[in-house]
């Protein structure tokens, strides 16, 4: 079950959800080459947080080649893509490079972001208490650090409305 959320609700710690109009948590990631990334790096423009369950897995691939194909057009407009898994930086760096991604995927592998932005999926198909990131996005204004959107999905197999994305960041 998707849902979309445009809450303009504070939250003061990470185990509360993240809604729009609250401050993007910065983090501290690793990405394909094990280079940290900082979400507080990018200062002007929109970043797309794009954490998705599984390098490899059918719909993720999907997702991400999405974002890859819509990139050039989105450099022009000073935004940025940071793709977001629970894998390892060298299980992601074999998606990446497998699949062209022009953007940094980067490595939760301690699930601390996705904690931070409660985005925690407790299982992923028959692997119980495996947690993984539930599909979603979020879309940060890197001029005040706030969240601008928001889509959380409860279903792996469901991929964002890359429209309304579209419609978001023009």
């Known amino acids: 079950m998707a849902s979309n959320q445009k809450n303009n609700l504070n939250s003061e710690t990470t185990s509360k959800n993240m809604n729009v109009g609250d401050k993007a948590p910065d983090f501290e990631l690793l990405d394909t080459n094990q280079e940290v990334h900082r979400l507080s790096d990018n200062k002007e423009g929109l970043t797309i947080l794009a954490f998705f369950p599984a390098a490899g897995s059918p719909v993720c691939t999907v997702e991400m080649?999405?974002?890859?194909?819509?990139?050039?057009?989105?450099?022009?407009?000073?935004?940025?893509?940071?793709?977001?898994?629970?894998?390892?930086?060298?299980?992601n760096k074999v998606f990446a490079e497998h699949h062209n991604l022009?953007?940094?995927?980067l490595s939760d592998y301690n699930r601390e972001v996705i904690e931070k932005y409660n985005v925690v999926m407790p299982s992923l198909g028959k692997l119980r208490d495996f947690k993984v990131a539930k599909r979603s996005?979020?879309?940060?204004?890197?001029n005040n650090d706030k969240i601008i959107y928001k889509w959380v999905s409860d279903n792996p197999l469901l991929e964002p409305n890359y429209e309304e994305i579209k419609t978001i960041i023009s």
């Open 65 to 91: 080649c999405n974002f890859r194909d819509t990139l050039s057009s989105l450099k022009k407009e000073n935004i940025s893509i940071l793709g977001i898994s629970v894998d390892s930086p060298f299980a």
């Open 102 to 105: 022009n953007f940094p995927v």
């Open 137 to 142: 996005i979020f879309i940060v204004d890197n």
